[in-house]
T-cell receptor, first 114, second 114 residues
């Protein structure tokens, strides 16, 4: 079984630019969540999508947006990048079985904003 | 709102010694609780989860945690530390109404000395 895959793994942007991060969930999983992990902190919830619909949104500005495609892959977009957006962005795929909410994480996309 | 507090951002033990990582949570309803481990430059991996069944939960790699409702705690333990246990550990509580949203603590870095 292929796990959660994210791309790119590393990227460097400058302030004001835009970035798109991509995620493919585990085969058969229909829901993904995005988290931001700033150095020295735990992951912070950004979005959850299920069956292409937004199911939850964390306390992030409108510069952050996401979408989910028919094949359940997802993109996270961040516009007008700020230095503070530098972080590890984690995508998590959620099992359809039961309702425990176990998150299967990818290895993340490390964004550096200069 | 749910929250998680991990006491001690850094814990150092000798190889073979007991590992104890502390986690306290706040939740207005019976929670789902998780411990995740993160190795350098990787995503998070589930160690164990509490889902209102047995209060003592056993996970991978010899770790276990005990849910104590009266103390709102979910501390992680391992009887004998191994060098390979060195990593960052995160406690998380899941929002009951949204399987994809978990609130994480700020993590505890475990160092294992030879």
């Amino acid at each position: 079984d292929t796990g959660v895959t994210q791309s790119p793994t590393h990227l460097i942007k400058t302030r004001g630019q835009q970035v798109t991060l991509r995620c493919s969930p585990i085969s058969g999983h229909k829901s993904v969540s995005w988290y931001q992990q700033v150095l020295g902190q735990g992951p912070q919830f950004i979005f959850q999508y299920y069956e292409k619909e937004e199911r939850g949104r964390g306390n992030f500005p409108d510069r952050f947006s996401a979408r989910q495609f028919p094949n359940y892959s997802s993109e996270l977009n961040v516009n007008a990048l700020l230095l503070g957006d530098s972080a590890l962005y984690l995508c998590a795929s959620i099992s359809n079985r039961g309702n425990t909410g176990e998150l299967f994480f990818g290895e993340g996309s490390r964004l550096t904003v200069l | 709102a749910q929250s998680v507090t991990q006491l001690g951002s850094h814990v150092s033990v000798s190889e073979g010694a007991l590992v104890l990582l502390r986690c306290n949570y706040s939740s207005s309803v019976p929670p789902y609780l998780f411990w995740y481990v993160q190795y350098p430059n990787q995503g998070l991996q589930l160690l164990l989860k509490y889902t209102s069944a047995a209060t003592l939960v056993k996970g991978i790699n010899g770790f276990e945690a005990e849910f104590k409702k009266s103390e709102t705690s979910f501390h992680l333990t391992k009887p004998s530390a191994h060098m390979s246990d060195a990593a960052e550990y995160f406690c998380a509580v899941r929002e009951n109404t949204n399987a994809g949203k978990s609130t994480f603590g700020d993590g505890t870095t475990l160092t294992v000395k030879p």
